[in-house]
Structure formats: C-alpha cells, structure tokens
C-alpha cells in the first residue's frame, strides 16, 4: 500500500510570457497568488527519516523565499509556470527527501495548474 | 433608585420613538416587503508593486451586489449577462496588467483598498443609470482569506 501526502504553499509571484507565445494579454506583467502542492510518496516499509509534515517546510524554505514577491522572468527563463514547477521539482529531488518526493503541482489560477511529476513515479503508478 | 427612571425612559422612547411608522423602510419591512440583491464574481490576475515596494501578484474575485426590485415581466433584478458584461467591463481594465503603469494609479499607491474603490466608482456610474437599482457593494478579494468590502451604505456582516 501506498500514501501520498501533499503539503501546499503560497507563493506571491509577478510574471510575463514572451509575446511570440501568447496572447497579448499574457504578454503583459501580470501577477498571480501560485499554490504549491508538493506531493510524497510514502510506501509501506519504507521509513522517511525524521518525518513529521513540517519537515517538508525546510527543504522548500529556500526557493519559496527566493521567488516570493519577485519577478518570476528575472529568475526563469520564459516565467512560465511550468518552468517554475520544473525548477521547484528539481530542487526538491536533489533534497535528502528526493527519492520520496513524487509530484509538484503549481496551481496559477482556478483554470490553469502545472504539474511536475517524477518520470519514476509515473512508471510506478 | 434609577431603575424605575430607566423604565419610565424606555417607555417614552417606545411611545415617541423615531422608528415608529414614521421611517417608511420600518414601516414596508414590518409590513412583510422583502428587499432582494443579486451578485456576480469575476476573476482578475494582476500584479503591483505595493508602498513598501514589494513585488505582489494576485489572482483577484471582484464581487458586485446590486439591488432592487424584481421586475415583473422577468422575474428578474437584471438579467445575468447584463450583469456580467457590467462587471467584466470593469474588471478586464486590470486583468493581466501590472497595475502600478496605469493611468488610475500615476498619483497614487496600489492597494487592494484603492483597487476597490476605483472598481466601485466605475460600476456604481454604469448600475446608477438603471432605474431603482442600486450598487450595493463591491467585495475585492485578494485571496481567499482577505478583502475588501466597498459600499456607500455598507452594513454590519451577519450573513457570513
């Protein structure tokens, strides 16, 4: 048997899309209160050291700080939510809680979410 | 000692008081009139740069209450897409924009507050031009546990 435990987080983020992609509208810096939702996998047997669900809190503290209230263009490249979830999935697999984290979900708006997802964990599922 | 001087007070104050038929709105209340409002939420993105120079983004609900009478022939205060197209027609002014770079805010700060008012203004123009309706309140929320409540006649929450 299996858990998944998800954990979310606000985060405070201005934008833009470069024009060639998007409509002109999301051309413009724009802004949006981001949710992410980091998604573990907790298996039967297999102990997370030291767990407790505040103890994902630090490994995120550092990324969240760095692109809270920022723009995201002069972190990332292109801005993009998928950029974004792509490097807080990163961060987060090179962790000591790597081998456990499965998915991170970054939701912009009520419409639009970002979902990185673990190649391993989809083979898995 | 005071007590039987409070009574006597109480009394003349219910006898003489001004809420006695006298207040037309007491009056069709006691009488059974409901008064009805109907509110539509539209949804913005935008970011700003706030007083303390902090970078914001926001995926913003602005919410417009209008009241008035049911029209017969409708059954209606305003029909829906009246409403929306109102409301959206303010609302998409701020819609992905970085709100700091226009005109409303050249000589002033951005705030969720002064965003308000502004949406108010402008769609309290549009709604007071309909006969008997009135723009009851705009609620502005910048997340889903803070807002702002704009309104000329804002009245104590007890519906929440």
């Not at chain 2, 005109?103 to 705030?111: G, I, K, L, T, Y």
């Amino acid at each position: 048997m299996k858990i998944h435990v998800t954990r979310s987080y606000k985060l405070n983020v201005a934008h833009f899309i470069p024009e060639d992609y998007v409509s002109p509208e999301q051309a413009t810096l724009h802004g949006h209160e981001w949710k992410v939702a980091v998604t573990l996998e907790k298996s039967k047997g297999v102990a997370i050291p030291n767990w407790d669900v505040h103890y994902l809190d630090q490994f995120l503290k550092d990324p969240l700080n760095k692109f809270q209230n920022c723009i995201l263009n002069d972190h990332l490249p292109h801005g993009t939510g998928e950029v974004l979830a792509q490097s807080l999935l990163e961060h987060l697999k090179q962790t000591a809680l790597g081998p456990h984290i499965m998915a991170v979900q970054l939701i912009e708006t009520r419409k639009n979410r970002f979902q990185g997802v673990f190649a391993n964990s989809l083979d898995k599922t | 000692m005071l007590l039987p001087l409070r009574f006597i007070f109480c009394l003349f104050a219910w006898t003489f008081g001004p809420n006695q038929v006298t207040d037309p709105s007491m009056k069709s209340l006691s009488q059974g009139a409901v008064q009805t409002r109907i509110a539509r939420r539209v949804y913005l993105s935008a970011a700003y740069r706030d007083a303390r120079n902090l970078m914001k983004g926001h995926n913003f609900v602005l919410e417009a209450s209008v009241r008035g009478p049911i029209d017969p022939g409708s059954g209606m205060i305003l029909s829906i897409q009246e409403l929306d197209a109102m409301v959206k027609s303010v609302a998409h002014k701020y819609d992905h924009q970085f709100l700091n770079e226009l005109s409303e805010f050249q000589n002033s700060p951005v705030s969720t507050e002064l965003l308000a008012q502004t949406c108010f203004h402008q769609l309290n123009e549009k709604i007071s031009q309909l006969p008997g309706l009135t723009l009851d309140k705009i609620r502005l929320f910048e997340s889903d546990d803070y807002w702002v409540d704009v309104g000329l006649h804002l009245m104590p929450e007890i519906d929440t």
